[in-house]
């Protein structure tokens, strides 16, 4: 056999909680090199985890291959015994999950858990494998390679952990190694080194990698081919160049144009009015004051910025940059330590419980996650009725025709109105979030990376409504997002913050080039671009990136 | 598409609603005593202080069921009143205990900062006396009766309720959900009522069942040391207590109401174990 890998007409099903058979996987063929790297792609449910781990002959809880062949190296890991497998698992096939964080033990030091896997296929000493983990910790550009082994997990940062991880799954000498959206949970300037080590060493190495990832740019750098799945099928097949500029099927079209929002021209915000929300010097965190009266733990520092009436503000910056704690602020869930929110001109009380209704309706906060942000136990009509009778009074038919119009309005259908959060899509109940704070009838909506926990086609449509519903309701968003491609499409000024202080403001027309701020300038040369080379031409200083990446 | 979702919904209902079969043998036995509680009155044979033997400490016959007491009183008359007694001030009692508690620990969780640390330490000072010990103390104080009885029982359970439903709250309390009601300028009652209560009423009515158990035990103790129910009338602690002395004769008298105790205590412990996944766990 000449390929490494041979996926033939695979096969997966589950059995449902209420009994019914379904067919997570239908059919899927392919194969892989060696020293291929073939990327999985495709939104959340469409399978491509599901077809990663079968090639270690795994399938999760509930689920079996029904059909179809998996050979790895000559074995037919399909159908092999469990005993058979777990001989295979770490010494052919590797795997390098999603959060490493999670999947360390945090009670071991790091090296004693990357070299487990030598101790449990006994290949040589423990001082054998201690030597090669030095290696691959060297190879993978980790820091201080002779001692971070004898850190615990949490003594190293989150990328640190993630190329840790990688080093487990190397140890063993594996052929194909399985990254399960490894970088999906780490800051773009974070990202980039670990894509970096990963690449270095697969390539280095010459082993054959699946690589699943919704996130068609961070795969462009690292797969030499790209599998586009969508409901267990696979829909397109190809070399990377040819997926990423000159796709064939309609949906990995779809897809890639999802990727860049269009921006939708509107009327230009009259400059000359009045802003409708104004920050003053705003600094507030958690924790007991100190002695300068400011808590201990200081998220948003000296923080002012204002707010067109019907324009919007993007806020960016990295995890722990203090952006969301500035819409807690705003939205008077923690009181400011200095400064003040103006809305209209009109200094608003620091904590909601203050704020007059009409106050509070003008501005909403919509969360990141709409699985936690909807209430689990009441129904789609009492979510959005809810704000309607609090604000306005509405009740009965009124209430259920202000309803029915809401859910127009965000593109729901009314057979909906009855469900549970649970019982919704994650598109639909991003939709739902939106509604609510739109049944207030705000001058202002606060959204905190509405769309990141989305699929790409589904966030550019909702990026795409929201649009629609500033036309013709004439909101003003601040719009807090980590990414850079949504902000550029939506916002009309842009303020970056590191370390809770605003580092500069910039018009969407700048961000590309017109940054001076060096950590502007890191953080958008950091976010992938649907380009191949990308990676391997980017050029960042070293001396601003260690500076400022949160490694 | 219509088709599909309406097959899936019933789907997760039968799912949902569906109870197996420990459950089901907890749920028939703990509906029978609810059902002699009601009606036992009616359904009893004799009056029941009358001395109907002149035999005592009987045992089972066609005329007397269970055997007859101490003083040649129909036990199964007396335990069919006495259920009305134990399954009564019990249900009041844990009813009472834990609307309090709840209330005050979703009141605690959400409100929060000093008014919790407060609250919360003041009532782990109280919970930590002995049950019994307290009861004992309280009940021997001011005297029993039956509204003293649930009144000391509640106030001793609620603490526990208190803790349980405070923490479950605490956690829901930090939800997204919970954040966009406060920004939207909702007050406490309506915080606690639709978006806490809803979501931790699961566990609190597995808390019920197990605190109803709690409480019938503690009541028959009671009973049993001679505060609880006062003659002529008894609950089934305090038919134990009477008919004591029959231990030794192994008369059905002292064996019956200790079985009608067990029954009731397992047999909800059973049903809340397995409570259908719909009351269960909400969430899911």
Not at chain 1, 256 to 282: C, F, K, M, W
Not at chain 1, 358 to 371: K, P, S, T, Y
Not at chain 2, 177 to 191: F, H, I, T
Request: glycine share 8%; hydrophobic share 45%; charged share 20%.
């Amino acid at each position: 056999m000449k390929n490494l890998v041979e996926v033939m007409n695979l096969h997966v099903g589950a059995v449902t909680d209420s009994g019914r058979k379904v067919e997570i996987i239908r059919g899927i063929s392919f194969s892989i090199a060696p020293d291929e790297i073939v990327a999985l792609i495709g939104e959340s449910g469409s399978g491509k985890t599901t077809t990663a781990l079968t090639l270690m002959g795994y399938t999760r809880d509930g689920c079996a291959i029904t059909g179809g062949h998996v050979f790895v190296d000559g074995y037919e890991v399909s159908a092999q015994t469990e005993h058979e497998r777990a001989n295979l698992r770490g010494k052919l096939v590797s795997y390098v999950p999603q959060s490493a964080a999670a999947a360390f033990n945090p009670s071991q030091t790091i090296l004693t858990q990357v070299i487990e896997i030598a101790q449990i296929h006994k290949l040589g000493s423990r001082d054998e494998a201690r030597r090669k983990a030095i290696e691959l910790f060297r190879a993978l550009a980790l820091p201080n390679p002779e001692t971070i082994g004898d850190r615990y997990p949490h003594q190293v940062s989150g990328g640190q952990l993630q190329r840790l991880a990688a080093a487990m799954a190397l140890i063993g000498e594996p052929k194909v190694v399985i990254f399960d959206e490894p970088t999906t949970a780490l800051d773009v300037t974070t990202q980039i080194e670990v894509l970096r080590a990963f690449k270095k060493v697969m390539q280095g190495k010459r082993i054959a990698g699946v690589y699943v990832s919704h996130d068609l740019a961070v795969v462009a750098q690292i797969a030499d081919r790209i599998l586009v799945l969508r409901n267990g099928e696979v829909q397109e097949a190809g070399d990377t160049r040819q997926i990423l500029h000159a796709p064939a099927h309609p949906y990995t079209k779809t897809l890639i144009a999802a990727y860049e929002p269009v921006r939708h021209d509107r009327a230009a915000a009259d400059s000359a009015d009045a802003p409708v929300l104004e920050a003053r010097n705003l600094s507030a965190g958690y924790g007991a004051p100190g002695q300068d009266g400011l808590p201990v733990m200081l998220a948003v520092n000296d923080v002012s910025f204002t707010l067109k009436r019907g324009s919007n503000l993007g806020v960016i910056g990295e995890s722990g940059c203090g952006k969301s704690t500035l819409a807690r602020v705003i939205a008077g869930l923690l009181p400011p330590a200095r400064g003040e929110v103006l809305f209209n001109g009109k200094a608003l009380p620091g904590l909601a419980s203050k704020r007059s209704k009409e106050e509070l309706r003008h501005v909403q906060i919509v969360f990141q996650l709409a699985d936690t942000a909807l209430n689990p136990a009441r129904s789609v009509s009492d979510i959005l009725g809810r704000p309607l009778t609090f604000y306005h009074g509405t009740r009965g038919a009124a209430r259920n025709r202000r309803i029915d119009e809401l859910m127009d309005m965000v593109r729901l259908p009314r057979a909906l109105k009855n469900r549970l959060p649970g019982e919704l899509s994650g598109g639909q109940k991003q939709r739902v979030n939106f509604a609510r704070a739109l049944a207030a009838d705000p001058s202002v909506v606060l959204c905190d990376e509405i769309t990141s926990a989305l699929d790409t086609v589904v966030a550019a449509a909702v990026t795409e409504l929201l649009q629609e519903l500033q036309r013709e309701l004439g909101l003003s968003y601040i719009f807090i997002s980590h990414d850079l491609n949504t902000v550029r499409a939506i916002c009309d000024e842009v303020v970056v913050m590191y370390g809770g202080r605003k580092v500069e403001q910039l018009l969407p027309g700048q961000l590309d080039g017109g940054a001076r701020h060096p950590y502007s300038q890191l953080l958008i040369s950091s976010v992938p671009q649907l380009d191949p080379g990308w990676l391997d031409n980017l050029k960042q200083n070293a001396k601003i990136v260690e500076q400022f990446a949160h490694e | 598409m219509t088709e599909d979702i309406a097959s899936r919904r019933a789907a997760r209902g039968r799912l949902g609603w569906r109870i197996n079969a420990v459950g089901l043998i907890g749920l028939a036995v703990v509906v029978f005593w609810a059902f002699v509680a009601i009606f036992g009155p009616m359904l009893a044979p004799y009056p029941v202080s009358e001395i109907v033997d002149f035999d005592y400490f009987g045992g089972m016959s066609a005329q007397f069921w269970l055997g007859t007491d101490y003083l040649g009183r129909d036990m199964l008359t007396r335990i069919l009143y006495g259920a009305r007694y134990t399954v009564g001030i019990s249900l009041a009692a844990v009813m009472l205990a834990c609307f309090i508690g709840v209330t005050m620990g979703m009141v605690a969780a959400t409100v929060g900062g000093w008014f919790d640390a407060v609250l919360s330490r003041a009532i782990d000072a109280l919970g930590c006396v002995p049950n019994l010990l307290l009861s004992l103390v309280i009940v021997a104080a001011v005297g029993s009766s039956i509204p003293v009885l649930i009144l000391t029982l509640a106030a001793i359970y609620s603490c526990g309720a208190f803790r349980f439903a405070r923490a479950l709250a605490v956690n829901v309390n930090t939800a997204d959900y919970v954040k966009v009601a406060r920004a939207r300028g909702e007050r406490l009652p309506y915080l606690i009522r639709e978006e806490i209560f809803p979501n931790i009423i699961g566990p609190v009515m597995a808390d019920f069942g197990l605190r109803f158990v709690f409480i019938v035990l503690l009541l028959s103790g009671l009973s049993f040391l001679g505060l609880g129910v006062q003659p002529p009338n008894a609950d089934w602690g305090g038919l134990v207590r009477e008919n004591i002395s029959g231990l030794a004769l192994g008369a059905p008298a002292v064996l019956m109401p200790s079985i009608a105790i067990a029954s009731l205590t397992i047999s909800v412990n059973m049903l809340i174990d397995n409570l259908p996944t719909r009351i269960r766990d909400r969430s899911e």
